[in-house]
């Protein structure tokens, strides 16, 4: 079965992020950015593209 490559940009350090780590991702979920290290929240999903806005830790 063929996987869909899905990209993400970090919208903190503008990095692309490791999705292979999340194969079942969907709306809502929580990723963190390998490069940064920012809590992401899956926002959307649609033509190969992951939005996704930074989730406030309250720091």
Same mark, same amino acid.
């Given at each position: 079965?063929?996987?869909?490559?899905?990209?993400?940009?970090?919208? *903190? !350090?503008?990095?692309?992020?490791?999705?292979?780590?999340?194969? +079942?991702?969907?709306? #809502?979920? %929580?990723? *963190? !950015?390998?490069?940064?290290?920012?809590?992401?929240?899956?926002? +959307?999903?649609?033509? #190969?593209? %992951?939005?996704?806005?930074?989730?406030?830790?309250?720091?």
């Amino acid at each position: 079965m063929e996987q869909k490559t899905l990209v993400c940009v970090c919208p *903190e !350090c503008k990095n692309m992020v490791d999705l292979s780590r999340y194969p +079942n991702l969907k709306v #809502g979920d %929580v990723i *963190e !950015c390998q490069t940064c290290g920012v809590t992401l929240e899956v926002k +959307n999903i649609g033509g #190969g593209q %992951v939005e996704v806005d930074i989730v406030d830790e309250g720091k």
